[in-house]
């Protein structure tokens, strides 16, 4: 199970303390006073180690941390993470923690996190325990009165829906598109030399075709006008299958944008990936030889059972997954899974489909998790809705992106390119 941070703490590492004690100290209010504002401004506060505690900690807790070398270009502002051992990160619209699982195991503190579901938060909370999560409508999340600290990357997943070839396609129109807007928003709510160096965003690759690349313009200018730089080349479009070894056709669009303030240009390019010669097979993940629990079976007379069997039978393998959509069924070819999505749990469209010697069943919530990435030991989950762990998990970020994505930005802002 992932943790943030472990208390203990090397005493060869006081001078190293004494400056996460100082950053500290700069970054805002203690958590007395983020608990009284939080009391005022009617936000859900979850529980996270005392701020003093915490830093002593994180500073004792530094094995890797690599002294930035004098050789390097001095940074263009007294940047956090040019005197920390550790680097920081918040997320916003954190969901149940895809992109913070990811920055953790790059080794980012994870230092807040907001969403306004309140099982995702609770399932956030559930795996990240030392985290701050804000519970709140981002529309009412103030950097001020939320006390949200200076942190090294800022990560937003923001809703997709609106921009998705599958949605509306309504873009900033529909209101859950709109919340893209509260980015800039809150970065705007930080001191410039406060703000975050890195932003990554994540959202669907429909955001760079033509046909919609007003949306993305605005993006770029509201960035932009934030104090970052950003266009297209610092983009990464990619699919987990490439990427990862994780078999799941899932295609996401990354942004990076790197603050003026620290950098001379954006220093971000794209991981290099394995172009899918690392990928697993299905089979590690699905399990065909123990039965699921009987409700993620069909029952013979549903007529789901009926279209997904008769498909079973017209396709190329029983052993590939087959995903209800509206009024048909796709088979999933190449030993992939196909995109997993946040209404797989309701039943309706999108959901995989397996046949093993006990009928048709759906994946599990184990499978699903594993194919977005999750640790197949940790301890996902608090006592929910089965239906609302599918939702949470296919809205995630898949963690093994995040990871990648995490670890670029660590040695970025490790090694301070320019
Ligand atoms: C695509 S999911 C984010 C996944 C997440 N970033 C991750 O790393 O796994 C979008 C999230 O936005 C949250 N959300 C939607 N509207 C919101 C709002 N008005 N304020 C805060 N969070 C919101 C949803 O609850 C959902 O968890």
Same mark, same amino acid.
């Given at each position: 199970?992932?943790?943030?941070?472990?208390?203990? $703490?090397?005493?060869?590492?006081?001078?190293?303390?004494?400056?996460?004690?100082?950053?500290?100290?700069?970054?805002?209010?203690?958590?007395?006073?983020?608990?009284?504002?939080?009391?005022?401004?009617?936000?859900?506060?979850?529980?996270?180690?005392?701020?003093?505690?915490?830093?002593?900690?994180?500073?004792?807790?530094?094995?890797?941390?690599?002294?930035?070398?004098?050789?390097?270009?001095?940074?263009?502002?007294?940047?956090?993470?040019?005197?920390?051992?550790?680097?920081?990160?918040?997320?916003?619209?954190?969901?149940? $923690?895809?992109?913070?699982?990811?920055?953790?195991?790059?080794?980012?503190?994870?230092?807040?996190?907001?969403?306004?579901?309140?099982?995702?938060?609770?399932?956030?909370?559930?795996?990240?325990?030392?985290?701050?999560?804000?519970?709140?409508?981002?529309?009412?999340?103030?950097? %001020?009165?939320?006390?949200?600290?200076?942190?090294?990357?800022?990560?937003?997943?923001?809703?997709?829906?609106?921009?998705?070839?599958?949605?509306?396609?309504?873009?900033?129109?529909?209101?859950?598109?709109?919340?893209?807007? %509260? &980015?800039?928003?809150?970065?705007?709510?930080?001191?410039?030399?406060?703000?975050?160096?890195?932003? &990554?965003? %994540?959202?669907?690759?429909?955001?760079?075709?033509?046909?919609?690349?007003?949306?993305?313009?605005? &993006?770029?200018?509201?960035?932009?006008?934030?104090?970052?730089?950003?266009?297209?080349?610092?983009?990464?479009?990619?699919?987990?299958?490439?990427?990862?070894?994780?078999?799941?056709?899932?295609?996401?669009?990354?942004?990076?944008?790197?603050?003026?303030?620290?950098?001379?240009?954006?220093?971000?390019?794209?991981?290099?990936?394995?172009?899918?010669?690392?990928?697993?097979?299905?089979?590690?993940?699905?399990?065909?030889?123990?039965?699921?629990?009987?409700?993620?079976?069909?029952?013979?007379?549903?007529?789901?059972?009926?279209?997904?069997?008769?498909?079973?039978?017209?396709?190329?393998?029983?052993?590939?997954?087959?995903?209800?959509?509206?009024?048909?069924?796709?088979?999933?070819?190449?030993?992939?899974?196909?995109?997993?999505?946040?209404?797989?749990?309701?039943?309706?469209?999108?959901?995989?489909?397996?046949?093993?010697?006990?009928? &048709?069943?759906?994946?599990?919530?184990?499978?699903?998790?594993?194919?977005?990435?999750?640790?197949?030991?940790?301890?996902?989950?608090?006592?929910?809705?089965?239906?609302?762990?599918?939702?949470?998990?296919?809205?995630?970020?898949?963690?093994?992106?995040?990871?990648?994505?995490?670890?670029?930005?660590?040695?970025?802002?490790?090694?301070?390119?320019?």
């Amino acid at each position: 199970m992932t943790r943030p941070v472990t208390p203990g $703490g090397d005493p060869r590492a006081s001078g190293r303390i004494v400056a996460v004690v100082a950053r500290v100290r700069r970054h805002g209010p203690d958590r007395a006073t983020q608990s009284s504002l939080a009391h005022k401004t009617g936000t859900r506060l979850r529980e996270a180690p005392p701020r003093g505690s915490s830093a002593v900690a994180v500073a004792g807790d530094a094995p890797g941390y690599t002294q930035v070398s004098a050789d390097l270009p001095a940074p263009l502002s007294n940047s956090s993470f040019a005197e920390s051992p550790r680097l920081t990160a918040g997320c916003l619209f954190c969901g149940m $923690g895809g992109f913070a699982a990811g920055l953790v195991a790059a080794g980012f503190d994870v230092r807040w996190a907001n969403d306004s579901n309140a099982f995702a938060c609770t399932t956030f909370s559930h795996q990240f325990p030392g985290v701050r999560v804000v519970e709140k409508d981002i529309r009412n999340v103030h950097v %001020e009165t939320d006390a949200l600290e200076s942190v090294d990357v800022l990560a937003a997943g923001f809703p997709c829906q609106s921009f998705s070839q599958a949605g509306n396609r309504l873009g900033f129109d529909d209101p859950r598109g709109a919340l893209f807007f %509260e &980015i800039p928003r809150l970065l705007g709510g930080f001191q410039p030399d406060r703000r975050p160096a890195l932003v &990554i965003l %994540e959202n669907v690759p429909n955001l760079l075709v033509a046909a919609h690349k007003s949306w993305f313009d605005q &993006i770029q200018r509201k960035l932009r006008q934030s104090g970052y730089w950003f266009r297209e080349t610092s983009c990464w479009r990619v699919n987990v299958k490439a990427a990862t070894d994780l078999p799941q056709d899932r295609d996401r669009l990354f942004m990076v944008a790197a603050s003026r303030r620290h950098f001379r240009r954006n220093p971000f390019s794209p991981p290099a990936v394995a172009n899918g010669t690392g990928r697993r097979p299905l089979a590690d993940f699905v399990d065909r030889s123990k039965r699921g629990s009987d409700d993620a079976y069909l029952p013979p007379e549903n007529r789901y059972h009926k279209m997904i069997a008769k498909a079973m039978e017209a396709g190329t393998s029983v052993d590939n997954i087959y995903q209800l959509r509206r009024s048909y069924v796709r088979e999933k070819k190449g030993n992939l899974c196909p995109t997993l999505t946040a209404n797989m749990g309701r039943g309706g469209h999108n959901v995989p489909f397996i046949r093993d010697q006990w009928g &048709i069943r759906r994946l599990s919530v184990e499978e699903v998790a594993q194919l977005q990435g999750f640790d197949s030991k940790a301890d996902l989950f608090p006592d929910i809705p089965t239906h609302e762990k599918y939702r949470l998990l296919g809205n995630a970020v898949c963690v093994g992106l995040a990871s990648l994505l995490g670890a670029e930005c660590a040695s970025i802002l490790r090694n301070r390119l320019p």
